[in-house]
């Protein structure tokens, strides 16, 4: 698979289908990859290939991407290795699909490039509902794994990088003020978990102004129509 390289990152990405560009973020936390897609219980980057050119990724040090470590480091940093990845692939404005935390991305990618963004969709999206403990542990098991293999990093940079990503409110990565000036469509399935709490979903699809929200469809009776409502919300443009 090809890589794109910025600032000192190496991120691995594949592009699959040709027409109207698809950008997914994949789940996984913070080993967010694009082989985590297989884990759906649908084939939904296959289905949404046969009418967009869709581009999956590996966020930093996840997959076979890597980058340095930084205590900068935070949602901007991914922000702009998504916009640039899009960027030199010379896609102006495409649309999002995010899982788990992909959903905390896209509503970075919103708050800094929302003309950039068609429509999205966020699938089980992560938020605050005290839980920060929960994801403190979450990035602390993944940077246990990676502190052999950068020494740049201080502990000071390791816990900076972690307030930095989960120290703030809502959906981390940005507010309740945030998803109110979303103006694009935005399709929200509801999490039930302490990862994706239920009444994270809800208010983020009563917050935008354009948001609809599936209430079921992990279930084996609903997966059929839980395709077929992404793939009719994420149709081309006509």
């Known amino acids: 698979m090809p890589f794109y390289e910025r600032d000192g990152a190496r991120i691995r990405y594949a592009v699959q289908g040709e027409g109207d560009p698809l950008l997914l973020i994949a789940p996984g936390g913070m080993r967010s990859h694009l082989e985590a897609w297989e884990r759906l219980p649908f084939d939904l980057v296959g289905a949404l290939a046969a009418e967009h050119r869709v581009v999956t990724m590996d966020q930093r040090n996840a997959g076979e991407s890597t980058a340095p470590i930084r205590g900068t480091d935070g949602w901007d940093t991914y922000t702009a290795d998504q916009l640039g990845l899009m960027e ?111 009444s994270i979903s809800r208010e983020v699809a009563e917050l935008a102004p354009r948001g609809e929200l599936l209430e079921r469809w992990k279930e084996p009776e609903h997966h059929e129509a839980a395709q077929a409502a992404l793939l009719r919300f994420l149709a081309p443009e006509r």
């Open 88 to 198: 030199h692939l010379g896609c102006a404005r495409f649309g999002v699909v995010g899982m788990c935390i992909g959903g905390a991305y896209i509503a970075n990618l919103f708050r800094h490039a929302p003309e950039r963004i068609a429509r999205a969709a966020m699938l089980q999206p992560i938020g605050l509902e005290d839980n920060r403990d929960t994801f403190y542990a979450l990035f602390d098991g993944w940077a246990d794994e990676l502190r052999e293999a950068h020494p740049e990093a201080s502990e000071a940079d390791w816990a900076a990088f972690r307030a930095h990503m989960f120290g703030g409110d809502f959906l981390f990565a940005a507010s309740r003020e945030d998803v109110a000036a979303i103006e694009a469509p935005l399709l929200v399935l509801r999490g039930d978990d302490v990862y994706h709490p239920a």
